[in-house]
């Protein structure tokens, strides 16, 4: 109850003294704002950085997984050939 009590004569205090000092209130936004900008900018680009990277190494293991998949089908068709090889020259053999 006493934090209750306390917010709000914390709020109380506050809006007063923001009707009080509005231009220096309003000074100290106006200097910040800049700053707020510069800063989200910075981190934009940044997080946009990252992305891309991992985008990048994200293409790069989906192109290795593909290259995979094909030496396994490749893998696959010389066994198949060798099987047809094989029968091929049995059946050589039976004539």
């Known amino acids: 109850m006493s934090l209750l009590i306390g917010g709000v004569i914390s709020a109380i205090i506050g809006l007063i ?8 209130f ?10 707020c900008l510069l800063l989200g900018g910075a ?11 991992e985008k ?10 593909k290259l995979e ?3 396994q ?3 696959i068709a010389k066994a198949e050939a060798e099987k047809y090889k094989e029968e091929l020259s049995k059946l050589k053999e039976k004539k």
Do not use: C, H
């Open 43 to 53: 981190l934009a680009v940044y997080v946009g950085i990252d992305e891309m990277q």
């Open 73 to 75: 089908e490749a893998e």
């Open 17 to 24: 003294s923001l009707i009080f000092w509005w231009g220096d």
């Open 56 to 65: 990048v190494n994200e293409d790069k293991l989906s192109q290795a997984e």
């Open 69 to 71: 998949k094909v030496r």
């Open 26 to 35: 309003m000074t100290i936004v106006k200097g910040a704002f800049p700053i």
